[in-house]
RNA sequence: GCCCGGGUGGCGGAAUUGGUAGACGCAGCGGACUUAAAAUCCGCCGGCCAUCGCGGCCGUGCCGGUUCAAGUCCGGCCCCGGGCACCA
């Protein structure tokens, strides 16, 4: 029996709690009546790292689960973003290893990259150093969430013994063909004298000297990912674990297209243009043709033409961003040459356009403004021809005096191929232009080469010889090793100032442009199985564990990380390294932690960012708290140091535990939505924790002494316990972690109206075990003081008594005309007309009625009945 | 500009995928306990109307449609977020 209040209500029992008829035979058992998260998080965490329990182990008889939440970069500190991120994957990887898996966790940083030069400018030193301390603190900040890692497999990008690997990768693959250098744009900075990031230009202005950008092209490094364009496509096909959003952006990106390439012909020379369309049917009413303004075609005509010679310096203007090309104004101006149609051979004129670019297709374009807005728009700025050719085949309105007729049609004013609808002039002008030797269909794909190459300090060397005659040649001897004892001002990489590092004698220098950072995540995944290997990049115990049965991260990555680490996958199967095509077997991607901001306006019209917990609320405005001054509020935003609204984990773990932090960070949102901070939902998180440690510590006595015994109202709240265990089963599968804890809420409060011991026992361990993935400390600790047994993680996974849900009663919900009215008590098994004649001698029902003829009664079994 | 998401109470969200809108939690209000406060426990909690506590009408960004039934499906808008190839 526990201590009951006046009214009923159980009361903290102190640090005693017994069971009163068996303290003959059974001594009071002792259990601490406070939660202290701070004494049992440190102990669970111990007892984790003497057993080894994260230590993954290769077992061919035992069907494996690799969990892999995306390494993070080491900034600095831990952020919200970090814990939400880790505390998902800690969850599905504690869930697998429950239900029995043989599973691996590991944890390692991407550590080569931007920041890391901006600090070392900033504080003056090596970026290796700054990156190394960061670890640091960020492993010790991980290690106390709880995080259930194999630490022995952590990696750092940064170490020679990782990057060796994929130099001596990019070397095979210049061997095969498959790297190649070119010439290609970057962003540059006039007065700083260097290559600038997208990131780095705001409003077409370098961040630092604040001077216009320009483009500028350099000799890079590319590898042909499209080589692969057509199986990246195709094989998004198979992952069916990935989010159907992420499956179409990737699917965009690649951009699969079937079209018509055809040479148009230029006046006065016998040389051709190559175009490709994807709309051939239109070619009849192509007006002007418009090359991009690095084009030969355009150079060659600004050569007497100052006015385009200007126009064309004019476009060099601005960064290189696709976002920044394409909301630009359209401009364009006349070379004052023809090309030739390919079917009619009339003159056309040539422009050339800001918005064509060199680097996409063969940097030319034809144009027909009647069926395309863009077209149209600049053919009514510059007085260009608009000659329709499509036509709706349903005779309605389609005309192009108010805009482009992007549909398809029938076609007219188009010679030969008049009359045929667009889906067959397709293929007649594809075949004419194969007939007459002028192109044919062809399968482009909007996916370009990867440009590997940096003009940065922070990275992976590229292991390229650059030898005094002119060509390039691979490094023979990995690694290539980065200097880390360097000083970095911002004015380009220091390694250009190294001769000691490139220069080889002879002439011969060494390659001192860096690997684009998304080079090492690409394929950190696959190493932490073969972390330890020093002769090979992997072996065959990446067979075992690939590919990656869960992968989770951030929605920012849809495209980018997850495209490169597909393409990548593909490269080390090729050179049999791998077996499997793809890399990750089902995506999980979490949505950001927002917060809200709140800023004062600086004179200058720049804004000073207050942190949310210094900010209170006055009823109609808000203060900051220091000097009691209204601050205005900034909306809601992703938590980031610029916006100054990020929340420090460390200090929520030090004041409420981790336990508390990631059942917050589960609770307070789905995974895949944004998650809105709030200090209050943090502190319901703790008041839950404690409550469930009260029920477990009032109750200890009759848990660990439990008998079968159960009366009437128990197997009510046995079937509940049942129904709701159920529901948070179905949600572990679907990874809707939120109502899973909701779940766990529901059992504790339904069992706080408990005092049969039987129910206790079982309920509480349901609970336990439900939670133990999410908030695994707690679990742990009163797993075993409650005698369930020594270890939760190997205790199994909760199973559903369906016998326990049967019901004698059914309670159909009664609809008349769509409408509740009333809800029903049926008896489970009765027959459809049993249910009706019920449901119809209901008065309110009988009322909605009234004297209507009823027309049709629908039931649906189990649920409810609409009366029409 | 292009591609992909998302809009549900005062707030975060739930609704087993077309079948009771608002589970669970936060905040708030009322009560119990306390000399008091904190903590804890109990109750109420979308809006409007009505009433003995029966009950009714409206309500899931906006406009329209499909259906016995729409937060969920279809068409058109508005707003917010993510990505756009050198931030990671």
Redesign the pocket.
């Known amino acids: 029996m526990q201590k009951k ?3 009923g ?4 029992a102190g640090a005693v709690c017994f069971s009163e008829s068996d303290t003959a035979v059974n001594p009071p058992i002792i259990m601490e009546s406070t939660y202290a998260p701070s004494v049992i998080e440190k102990q669970a965490q111990h007892d984790w790292e003497e057993q080894q329990t994260f230590k993954a182990v290769e077992d061919p008889q035992r069907e494996k689960f690799y969990c892999l939440a ?1 390494f ?2 080491p ?1 600095g500190k831990l952020h919200m973003g970090h814990v939400r991120n880790y505390t998902i994957g800690d969850v599905i990887a504690r869930h697998q290893r429950m239900l029995g898996k043989n599973v691996l966790q590991p944890m390692g940083w ?6 890391a030069e901006n600090a070392a400018i900033k504080n003056n030193r090596p970026p290796a150093e700054w990156t190394y301390a960061n670890i640091d603190e960020m492993r010790s900040q991980l290690k106390l969430l709880g995080f259930g890692y194999d630490w022995d497999r952590e990696l750092a990008t940064c170490d020679p013994d990782y990057y060796k690997w994929e130099q001596w990768l990019f070397t095979r693959l210049m061997e095969k063909g498959l790297a190649y250098k070119k010439r ?1 744009t ?2 540059w900075d006039p007065v700083d004298q260097t ?7 705001i409003d077409g202005k370098g961040w630092r000297s604040g001077a216009r950008v320009e483009k500028r092209d ?1 000799e ?1 490094w590319f590898v042909r ?1 499209t080589d692969y364009a057509q199986e990246l496509h195709d094989s998004i096909e198979q992952l069916d674990g990935w ?4 499956r ?2 990737q ?3 690649i ?1 699969r297209s079937e079209g018509v390439e055809m040479e148009f012909g230029l006046e006065g020379s016998d040389e051709t243009l190559s175009i490709y369309t994807t709309r051939p049917d239109t070619l009849m009413g192509v007006t002007y043709v418009a090359v991009a303004a690095e084009h030969p075609l355009a150079q060659q005509a600004a050569a007497n033409n100052p006015e385009l010679a200007a126009f064309i310096e004019e476009c060099k203007q601005g ?9 630009m104004e359209k401009k364009g101006m006349a070379l004052g040459l023809n090309a030739l149609h390919p079917v009619s051979g009339d003159a056309i004129p040539l422009y050339t356009a800001n918005f064509v670019l060199m680097s ?1 297709g063969s940097g030319a374009v034809m144009a027909v403004p009647a069926h395309d ?2 077209d149209w728009e600049f053919a009514k700025k510059y007085g260009i021809a608009i000659k329709q050719v499509i036509f709706a085949d349903d005779g309605s309105d389609c005309g192009v005096e108010d805009g482009a007729y992007v549909e398809q049609g029938v076609l007219k004013n188009s010679g030969e191929f008049d009359g045929l609808t667009s889906a067959e002039a397709f293929d007649a002008i594809a075949l004419w232009m194969q007939q007459h030797d002028k192109g044919g269909i062809k399968t482009n794909f ?11 300090y ?2 992976c060397p590229i292991p390229v010889i650059n030898r005094a005659n002119g060509e390039s040649s691979a490094a023979d001897e990995f690694p290539v090793r980065l200097p880390e004892d360097v000083h970095v001002d911002g004015s380009g990489s220091p390694l250009k100032r190294m001769p000691q590092f490139y220069d080889l004698g002879n002439g011969d220098r060494r390659e001192t ?1 860096t690997f ?3 080079f090492e ?1 690409s394929w950190y995944f696959a190493r932490y199985c073969s972390f330890d290997n020093d002769s090979a990049m992997l072996d065959e115990r990446a067979n075992y564990w690939l590919p990656v049965d869960q992968y989770v991260g ?8 997850l495209l490169y680490a597909r393409f990548f996958n593909k490269l080390m199967r090729d050179e049999g390294l791998l077996k499997h095509d793809e890399p990750f077997k089902r995506l999980l991607t979490q ?2 932690v ?1 917060a809200e901001t709140y800023y004062r306006s600086n004179a200058d019209g720049s804004r000073e960012w207050f942190n949310p917990a210094d900010v209170e609320s006055d009823g109609d405005g808000f203060t900051l708290k220091s000097d009691g001054l209204p601050v205005s509020a900034g ?4 938590m980031s140091k610029s916006k100054n609204n990020g929340v420090d984990p460390q200090q929520l773990i030090d004041r409420y535990g981790a336990d508390t932090v990631r059942l917050y960070t589960m ?4 995974p ?5 901070w ?1 200090d ?2 943090v ?6 924790l ?2 469930l440690w ?1 029920l477990a510590a009032n109750n200890a006595g009759l848990i660990r002494t439990a008998a079968a015994s159960q009366d009437e109202t128990s197997r009510d709240i046995r079937r509940d316990l049942h129904g709701v265990l ?2 948070a089963l ?2 572990y599968e ?1 990874q ?1 972690f ?2 899973v ?6 059992l ?2 339904s069992l ?2 408990s005092d049969d011991a039987s129910l206790l026992r079982e309920g509480v361990g349901i609970v336990l075990q439900l939670l133990a993935p999410i908030a695994p400390h707690i679990s742990h600790h009163l797993w075993r003081e409650l005698g369930y047994g020594d270890d939760i993680l190997t205790a199994g996974w909760p199973q559903v008594d369906e016998e326990a849900l049967v019901q004698q009663q059914i ?1 159909y ?1 009664t ?1 008349v ?7 029903v008590q049926v008896p489970a098994d009765a027959d459809q007309a049993v249910i009706e004649t019920l449901v119809l001698q209901n ?2 029902v009988k ?2 009625i009234g004297d209507a003829q009823i ?2 009664i ?1 039931v ?1 079994p189990g ?2 009945v ?1 009366i ?1």
């Not at 209500?9 to 903290?12: A, F, G, Q, S």
């Not at 989010?243 to 992420?246: G, T």
């Not at 996916?447 to 940065?456: A, I």
């Not at 005309?817 to 809800?823: E, I, Q, S, T, W």
């Open positions: 209040s006046r009214n209500y159980v009361i903290p995306m993070p970069y900034s991407d550590a080569f990259g931007l920041p290609a970057v962003n290559v600038l990031a997208n990131e780095q230009v350099i890079q990912i989010p159907e959003a992420v179409t952006m699917r965009n990106w951009g960064g290189v961003s696709e976002a920044e090309v394409e909301t996409y807005q863009r909007r996916l370009r080469d990867w440009g590997v190459s940096r003009q940065r922070w990275g442009d684009d950072t998304f995540s951030g929605i920012e990555h849809a495209v980018l990380h949505g950001m927002v909306g809601v935003e992703k609770f307070t949102a789905p895949d939505q944004s998650l809105e709030s209050e939902g502190e319901g998180a703790y008041r839950f404690r409550r009260m159920k529901k179905f949600d679907r809707q939120n109502t804890v909701s779940a766990c809420m529901t504790v409060n706080y109206k309670e919900v609809q005309n769509g409408k509740v009215r009333a809800k008065e309110n009322r909605f027309r049709k629908i649906v649920k409810l609409n029409v």
